[in-house]
């Protein structure tokens, strides 16, 4: 019998279909293909990019990662933003910032071979673009994001991360934020404070707990596989996180990340940051994370219409291939 | 400079990035593979599904089109909800009914070459299916959807779409039955009878009109060469649509498929049949309609996690393909 599960967060129902279960086997790695051409992020090809924004550099070295801004920006920097209703309907200008991380000199490496000094400098940079961006006041949210492979939307095969800022907060991250509000009115506790509380408690879907950051299986995860970290203590801005916690996630991302590669034979993956809405002075209204989805199966087909999902894979099932205690 | 474009019922933002659009020369149709084996869906294979829960077949005349239950059910039908909380989650037993229509007897037919009275008999055998399941109080909405190709999801070639009875209604429809509610409490109108008519009026999205229903890209289109089909006149439930209605929308839908296939040369897609939850009584609570979204670009990577999109074809521009007014 298949099992529907809310997210206790956005409310929604997902189908979990542990009847005949999907499991590693059952995923068909995507070919790698290597787009032709010269790569624009590697060294040597810096003139290729637009002028870089940041970088680390040390002294006679050479970089070990860059900043730059897209060069097909979804939003650009210049201009007004221009509200206008048109009829029943509203726009603005696309007003915004579209920045590119390049993570590493290294063509060929992967987040999963990254020591834990090297993530934790991507890390910092996150967080130094995020409050260098947030100085501008036309911008509500920063959304950083990486695409891994074709299968999940990326263009370009040399290892990098992306940064949007936005004039206005993504629906997902206000409703979310509206959940946190209502739930700390009734309670006075956090709700994704509770939610890491009783994952680490359980254990059934926890892949692995660090001092400062809890690596879990969501219980009503949309996808197989898909794995959310979070700082166990509550904390609304990513920007904010100190050293410690910065650390201790810098630590346990490339183990993620390597057992994703080994059990699902190096899938195309996302990952997101989720964290606060600028404007938020309001410390209760949101517990950044992060949310690292393989992609692994196409079956997401009618979802996008209709908002509902089907997850062949049980989340505690996942966590026991991604800990090692199952073999595929 | 894109834009940033909100959907008046959804609230969601989308960048819309007419700076270089993406136009239909810019997707490259997917090879389409045939699943090895024999079709469980052809005729004299009829022993190879579970047993038929309808057929239109003439007296002494071969089937036109059978519903079967789903043989690998995400839902169903069996047992009680059995809702209980588990810590801070909800959760249920995967109670429901998930049906496969098979449209034609025909391997490859598709549905860009039936004719609108073949269409209409499709359109009725969803009608018809739905009422009956409606009768099971432990229902809350029912999801018409299709597959086709695939990226699309599918994972059999011959012509079929799918019903999903669900205990809960998908968060997405509640979310918008709550709009117009609100809508209406403001203006004693429907929101979609309001943007249905701007659509018909200002026609630059408009794809087709017909007497009874209109045809368009929907302004914030999530994907590329989106379609919508709504009828003209305010109606809540599709299952109360008469006659006239699902004549014209048998007229109209072919020729949406066959404007497809020939433009954007052959792509999968998904169709979603939005309409009001079961229990709802209040006439003004929604407006059914049928999302067309064919499945051009994986640019949607951080799109799932975030719920922020980037369309890289404005619809003005996909309209103005698809009507022929444009040639790739």
Redesign the interface.
Known sequence: ??????D?I????V???PE?PLTPKDFEPEPRTEPKGICPFCPGNEAMTPPQIAVRCPPGKPWRNRVVPNK?????IE?GLERIG?????????IGAHEVIIETPEHLKELADFTPEEFLELLQLFQERSLDLAKDKRFRYI?I???FG?????SLSHPHS?L?A???V????KEEMATVQHYYAQKERC?FC??VY?EVK?RERLFLEGDEVAAFAP??S??PFELWVAPKKHAAHFTSAPAPVLQDLARVLPQIFKRMRDVLRGPSY???L?TSALEDRNEEAYHWHI?I?P?LT?????E?????Y?NPTPPELACRYLRGELTA
Chains 1, 2 share one sequence.
Do not use: C, H
């Open positions: 019998m298949a099992e529907l599960r809310k206790p956005t409310g929604r129902w189908i979990v279909a005949a097909f920006p979804a939003l650009r201009g048109v009829g029943i309907y509203d726009r603005m200008n696309g959304l994001f990486k695409n074709e299968a999940a939307g990326a992306q949007i936005l004039p206005i993504p629906k997902r991250v709700i509770d939610l009783q359980d219980f009503s949309l996808f996302n990952f997101v989720l949310e989805m992609r196409r079956v997401a087909g009618f996008w219409g209709s908002g509902f089907v």
